[in-house]
């Protein structure tokens, strides 16, 4: 196989596509290709030393007529002088803004003697894309990319409506290792957070507006009327003190733990069995799909690409965004019933195996490489293990 110097810069803190771009990195890394993360601090995924991956940071310029760091064009210049001094064959970017923008600037700098390969998240187009004030930077970003791929057939519809997209866009969905994700043994451990004849129901995520915690309360308060049941809260953010608050209002803090942000998160999904997912948007849901490796059956919305993660009566329940009662009649069915539990946990296991694997999506990742590249896939080797 061809092997490939790859560029890759994504938001290297916590957060879905960081997750992504980091994993997808080190898979390329142990198919043998040589994989360069450019950003401003090391994904936090990253871990220790691995061959054929190398870090560069990108340092802003505190010049003091910059009334902000300009980190895009500091960004976009550590991108060039990479691909420049490491000869690399493409730059992958994570988020058309700012991240494809800095691309396209880097690949001017260079003459365009380097292919850049965007992928669409969800903020970047549901957030930043309604904004008129970057549409034409967005637009720029995407349209100049030699290729453009999305983690949801809802995102590729979203991106054409809102920014008039005409061009092709690749439908790449997120992708679990089962090497990491698969259900755990934490039977000791599941003593110290519920009573044997109690359910667990756990929620995670980074606590904004458009997660909806506060339907995760109200569904879990209609549940626990029904079945012995405990919540656990899984994250941090914005929402927090309002949800604790409305807990606490609801009487109902002697039946929630809240556990902060968390490194191992298959371990701590294992302890769960069921995740709710009441998202507003969701441009893939990819903490569902960790859960799905795991064994572990979602509740989620009928919003954004969540219905193409989750089949609906088989992997999880899907409701109307919002409807909170219908939820938590669907939660209650399948806590009550231990052979659909056991239906729907097999399920799980074999859709994240067949459907989402690191195999499948990373190799679709290089066909669209090599595709950019002008270049033919000879002996293409499948990651072992």
Do not use: W
Request: hydrophobic content about 40%; glycine content about 8%; some cysteine.
């Amino acid at each position: 196989m061809d092997r490939l110097k790859i560029g890759i810069t994504c938001y290297p803190s916590l957060g879905g596509s960081g997750v992504v771009a980091t994993e997808l990195g080190k898979l390329l890394a142990e198919k043998g290709h040589e994989v360069h993360f450019i950003t401003h601090s090391i994904p936090f995924r990253l871990g220790t030393f691995q061959k054929n991956i190398f870090y560069h940071e990108v340092e802003v310029n505190d010049y003091y007529v910059f009334r902000y760091p300009p980190y895009d064009l500091a960004l976009a210049t550590k991108m060039a002088q990479v691909a420049k001094m490491q000869g690399l064959d493409l730059l992958h970017v994570h988020y058309a803004v700012p991240h494809a923008v800095c691309a396209f600037l880097a690949k001017q700098m260079l003459g365009n003697d380097i292919k850049v390969v965007t992928t669409l998240h969800g903020t970047d187009i549901t957030v930043l894309g309604q904004d008129e004030s970057l549409k034409d930077l967005i637009r720029l970003g995407i349209n100049e990319s030699d290729a453009v791929t999305a983690v949801s057939q809802d995102l590729i519809k979203e991106t054409r409506r809102v920014l008039d997209i005409t061009r092709d866009i690749d439908l790449t969905y997120n992708f679990v290792d089962k090497r990491v994700y698969y259900p755990r043994d934490v039977t000791d451990l599941r003593g110290d957070f519920a009573n044997p004849d109690e359910k667990i129901l756990m929620h995670i995520s980074n606590f904004r507006p458009v997660k909806r915690v506060s339907d995760v309360v109200d569904v879990f308060a209609k549940v626990s009327k029904e079945i012995p049941a405990k919540l656990l809260l899984v994250g941090e953010g914005p929402e927090l003190p309002k949800i604790q608050a409305k807990i606490n209002e609801m009487g109902l803090e002697h039946k929630v733990r809240f556990l902060g942000k968390q490194d191992e998160i298959a371990q701590v999904i294992s302890l769960a069995d069921l995740l709710l997912l009441p998202s507003e948007k969701e441009s893939f849901g990819l903490v569902a799909l960790e859960a799905m490796a795991c064994g572990v059956p979602t509740i989620g919305s009928q919003a954004g690409g969540i219905p193409e993660l989750i089949q609906h009566g088989k992997t999880g329940f899907l409701a109307p965004i919002g409807d909170t009662t219908a939820m938590a009649k669907y939660a209650v069915k399948l806590l009550s019933d231990e052979g659909m539990t056991e239906q729907f946990r097999k399920a799980c296991l074999e859709r994240s195996c067949n459907d989402f694997s690191r195999d499948s999506i990373t190799n679709q990742y290089e066909d669209i490489y090599y595709r950019v590249l002008g270049r033919r896939v000879l002996g293409m080797d499948t990651i072992r293990g």
